[in-house]
């Protein structure tokens, strides 16, 4: 009975520092997702002929998965079609910022880059 209710005990602890963990993941993907947006447009106002050059060597095509568009906060302009694929609502409007991601094998967001269609050359 004890060695019973020591194994329940187990995993109770278990499951607790499993969602403890998958907490701090996304609080970990959150903040740096943040950090991220904030680098690449301040990198856009001293590195825009830097970008313009790398961002022709991209390739693939977007998938439209919208992961990008909520990495951190979702974006407001972040809808989705009746097939489950992202839409942007301003998308003749959108920010240039947008357009350009990823503008190299750099720019992107860690968690999302396996799974983005677009590649570049040295993947
Ligand atoms: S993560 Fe990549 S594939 Fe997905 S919407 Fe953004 S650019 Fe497109
Ligand atoms: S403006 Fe459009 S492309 Fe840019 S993050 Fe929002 S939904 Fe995505």
Redesign the pocket.
């Known amino acids: 009975m004890t060695e019973f209710i020591n194994k329940l005990e187990i995993k109770k602890i278990h499951s607790i520092v499993q969602k403890i963990q998958q907490v701090t993941q996304r609080i970990d993907i959150f903040f740096s997702a943040l950090l991220f947006q904030a680098w690449r447009r301040t990198s856009y106002v001293f590195n825009k002929r830097e970008i313009y050059t790398s961002i022709k060597r991209r390739k693939g095509d977007c998938l439209r998965c ?1 992961r ?2 909520h990495a951190s906060l979702k ?5 989705y079609d009746e097939n489950g694929l ?1 839409l ?4 003749d409007q ?2 240039l910022m ?1 357009s350009l991601y990823p503008y190299n094998e750099s720019d992107y967001f860690y968690h999302l880059k396996p799974t983005c269609g677009y590649k570049y050359d040295d993947e």
């Open positions: 919208g990008c568009c974006c407001q302009h972040l809808g992202s942007c609502n301003v998308y959108k920010p947008c």
